[in-house]
T-cell receptor, first 114, second 116 residues
Framework: GEDVEQSLFLSVREGDSSVINCTYT??????LYWYKQEPGAGLQLLTY?????DMKQDQRLTVLLNKKDKHLSLRIADTQTGDSAIYFC??????????????FGQGTTLQVKP | ETGVTQSPTHLIKTRGQQVTLRCSSQ?????VSWYQQALGQGPQFIFQ???????GRGNFPPRFSGLQFPNYSSELNVNALELDDSALYLC???????????????FGPGTRLLVL
C-alpha cells in the first residue's frame, strides 16, 4: 500500500542539529521531497532527492536516503527559532495510476527552544 | 514566495452548499494539482490537471470536480458539502512535459474552508 510515516514531534535547542526521519513504502518513487509548513501557511519546498542518490546537501540541510530500507532523513544544522514549523516528507510514486500524486506523511512538528 | 496564488483565503459554508476555489499557477507552469489537508494531517491528493484535462485522481468522490483554463489557472468545485470537507485546500503548480510526468510541485498558501 501507499504510506509515509513520520514521528510527530521533535524538540531541540537553538544551535543544535535536528534530524527528522521518514519511512516510505513505494520503491518506484523517483523523487522524495521535504516540505515545510509554518502556521496558517501553505507548503514550502525545502529540498528533494532523486532516488539514485544517497545524500544531498543544500546549505544547512542534508538529506540522506537509504533506498534499501526506504528511509529518508532531513538534518538541519545549527537549528534556529525560525526553523520551528511542521516538516512533511513526500514520495512521488510512478505509474499511470499515480500521475501527479504526491503522498505525504503526517508531518513532524519541530519545536526550537531558545 | 512561489508565485502560486489562491482565492479566497478563508470561506465558511453550510452543509449541502456548493463551493468554488480558485488557483493561479506560477508563471510558465502548465500543470495544477489539488490537495485537501485536514487539521493535523498531511495533504491528500485530490486530482491533477494538465493542459486542461484531468490527468490523475486520488480517492475522492465525484462531487469533487475541477477545471483548468487556457491560461493554466484552475478551479476546484465541491458539491453537496459535508462537515468532513472542512479543511485547508492547497493547489500546487508544476511544469509537466507529458501526461505522465511527475515534476516538482510548488504550493500556494491554501484556502481554509469551514463547513457548518
Amino acid at each position: 500500500g501507499e504510506d509515509v510515516e513520520q514521528s510527530l514531534f521533535l524538540s531541540v535547542r537553538e544551535g543544535d542539529s535536528s534530524v527528522i526521519n521518514c519511512t516510505y513504502t513505494d520503491s518506484s518513487s523517483t523523487y522524495l521531497y521535504w516540505y515545510k509548513q509554518e502556521p496558517g501557511a501553505g507548503l514550502q519546498l525545502l529540498t528533494y532527492i532523486f532516488s539514485n542518490m544517497d545524500m544531498k546537501q543544500d546549505q544547512r540541510l542534508t538529506v540522506l536516503l537509504n533506498k534499501k530500507d526506504k528511509h529518508l532523513s532531513l538534518r538541519i544544522a545549527d537549528t534556529q527559532t525560525g526553523d520551528s514549523a511542521i516538516y512533511f516528507c513526500a514520495e512521488a510514486p510512478q505509474g499511470s495510476s499515480n500521475t501527479g500524486k504526491l503522498i505525504f506523511g503526517q508531518g513532524t512538528t519541530l519545536q526550537v527552544k531558545p | 514566495e512561489t508565485g502560486v496564488t489562491q482565492s479566497p483565503t478563508h470561506l465558511i459554508k453550510t452543509r449541502g452548499q456548493q463551493v468554488t476555489l480558485r488557483c493561479s499557477s506560477q508563471s510558465g507552469h502548465n500543470t495544477v494539482s489539488w490537495y485537501q489537508q485536514a487539521l493535523g494531517q498531511g495533504p491528500q491528493f485530490i486530482f491533477q490537471y494538465y493542459r486542461e484535462e484531468e490527468n490523475g485522481r486520488g480517492n475522492f468522490p465525484p462531487r469533487f470536480s475541477g477545471l483548468q483554463f487556457p491560461n493554466y489557472s484552475s478551479e476546484l468545485n465541491v458539491n453537496a458539502l459535508e462537515l468532513d470537507d472542512s479543511a485547508l485546500y492547497l493547489c500546487a503548480s508544476s511544469l509537466g512535459t507529458s501526461g505522465a510526468s511527475q515534476e516538482t510541485q510548488y504550493f500556494g498558501p491554501g484556502t481554509r474552508l469551514l463547513v457548518l
